[in-house]
């Protein structure tokens, strides 16, 4: 009866690729390293979609499409931007049955399209600033792929945009963060450490990336957004200038910030368990499945149906009245993680209640139809607290501060992968050292750092920062 | 002050693209055959897909996501299709320094993605139908390029469904094409000819091909949607099958239909004018422009703001607030097509009335403040009624009913370009001999035919068809 996946404890590997498949989230295809998002995995981002969208338009962003192709040489206009991508990009050198005059590889970002575009459109200081977004897909042509996490195309928004001045600028490269992670933590119930990444781990071209770290239920980090500040260096290659108030010309100051279906990862790994998915209600494409008991009997489908359409007002819902017994019922809506079920039968109808389950903790509660809103509501509220708490207990209890690489070792040995907190002196040597020591990379320099201890964990100097380090996806 | 565009008497191609660029709907790149679509092109494609998603959703369809690239063996599938795309496909061969194993092809369309998935899924009667689309970019290696009407990439949804039975797909070929015809009538204001395309005209792999045909302000035809049927073709091509209720092995039978980013180009051909753009109210990013006269005098710029505010509760609304001379802020807007101008000076105020001006016929109407929702809902009606009776006057106007050759060349000659409705007897030698003879091509056989005579326009025996010719873009 129970759809069998593999249990997390034994294999959370093969827990995650089981929930993939098993909720209808994605199939594989004769594209190696690309995935198909079934229509159960793309409500889930057509949901946090519109969610982000209304948060960057609300902070006065507006959507453009760039051309999905960039030339050669345009890709090589910002040396460290080529140098960092030119390894993973996937080109394309006929078009139709004749070769390309200059090849054009696949998007795997755009800043060089936007520069491009930048440069034709902004002239003066009334041109700024120009605030950005771009929903679309791009290619990295990865080596070892999974589904959501690291695959050759993957959907995603990438922010793109100019400023005046490198203080509004930076300012924008927070504001982002600071949304990205107000949108996990509230919406997909998801904590998250707010961090800048070190020099090695910057993006290429960036003058500074900041990032979102969140820890999986297996004590994986896994780096769910990132904002970056460019200063003015793409500006420069790109002769992207304009004149200010007092006539002088001027360079912008830019920044890029983007998040993927990564997220659809982050979740399945922030909140499943053994029955399968655990979905947010804020992005769950089903919020409250009904399930009639004894629906061959009188009134109860006629029941079960009016409180779908008084819920339907307010709610995401989906009515289950098919042959399948109760019991795949259970299960089929476990696995696919829906917040709320709600159960009906003639007893219930009686009464005038119904019992409401929810699916992190599977509670009962038997709720009086005249407050079935109400109820309903509150549940999807305790879901999502639920599920934050329990994400945020996890990382607590897999959250070491180190003082020597021994203790690193030690932590990880006796509690298991997790976030490591330890100082660092800032050299990229020790960085490197710690990694092949204890096996856990630098993650970030968290925004707020505390002072764990005034030495670098590594080599004993003068520490600088304190920095999460973690095995990561 | 007036914004300078061609007049498009004088020269409609080039004040076709004037328009595209000086209403800020497109800038080109360094990537030749591709446009950048900016904010306010970009926002009239969200107001479309917010429009049909939610028609599409009404019927029954999920949204899904699949790979952008096709392997070569995978589109060589179905004989008919891989014929039709391979000449306009761009190939990938190289990931990152490695060259592919397979080349792989930039999706131009996705049917063989889609029946590879569906032979993975489907199974029984219990799994059909399935109903999907998708909303993506898509690649054809066009020759000669312009905005929206003929892109090397541009974006589109791309409906794809599989049906127990013939009849139910052929049910469903003709619902999509109500629905395209439905949304750009009455949403766009562009009247449409529902027809079916000829044998040699088919889409590559299709049985039949539905098509929805407008005619531009220019007299020449613009295929604004296809839906096809496809019998069961691929399904065999694909083995794709299911066990019925009888338990005997089937194959389903198959449609797709799509629409694009060329609904832009169709906006602007049906309704513009030498001020520039007018957009249908249903898909304007703004609907109504709030205009303070006299903007520094007492109390001018508070009354507009609350004029902003009441409307927003109902419609897409800008104050423009900004130093700007009227003058500039008139053509301005006009230039951008905003269907209802909103003018509000001390005066207006005083008599707790304001001006509203219809963008398409710059007519004014003074209406009191207490009424301002209802005018202002009746005037983008008005606007809505008014565009569409203007293109249909159009197409009437040019719509020559032709018996003979001579007479498509005289109407033509006389008339200038338009829709030919003329008989044909149903040879592909006819057909070509038409466009050889006259410059229009068969567009479409209309759903609802006319008896115009009995014989075919060119050869002289038997008609069977009543056929709309054009020239088309």
Redesign the interface.
Known sequence: MVTQITSMDENFAQWYTDICKKADLI?Y???KG??????YG??I??NIQKNLDQRFKATGH??????????E??LQKEKDHVEGF????????????EPLTER?C?RPTSET?FC??FA??IHSYRDLPKL?NQW??V?R?EKTTRPFLRS??F?WQEGHTMHATAQEAIDETVQQLNEYADFLETDLAIPVIKGRKTESDKFAGAEATYAIEALMHDGKALQAGTSHYFGDGFAKAFDITFTDKENKMCYPHQTSWGVTTRMIGAIIMSHGDDNGLVLPPAVAPIQVVILPIAQHKEGVLEKANELKNRLAKSFRVKLDDSDNSAGWKFSEYEMKGIPVRLEIGPRDIENNVCVLVTRHNREKTVVSLDELETAVAAKLREVRDGIYAKALANREKKTYSCTTIDEINESIKQNGEGFVKAMWCGEEECEDKVKELTGVGSRCIPLVEEALSDKCVCCGKPAKHMVYWAVAY
Chains 1, 2 share one sequence.
């Open positions: 199939d295809s004769s594209v690309c995935m198909i998002i079934r229509p793309y409500a981002w057509e507006e959507n453009v499409y760039m051309p999905m192709f960039i030339p040489s345009l030119a390894p993973e990009v996937a080109w394309v050198t006929h078009g139709g049955h054009l696949v399209l491009e575009h034709n459109i950005y679309c897909s290619v042509w050759r195309e959907l």
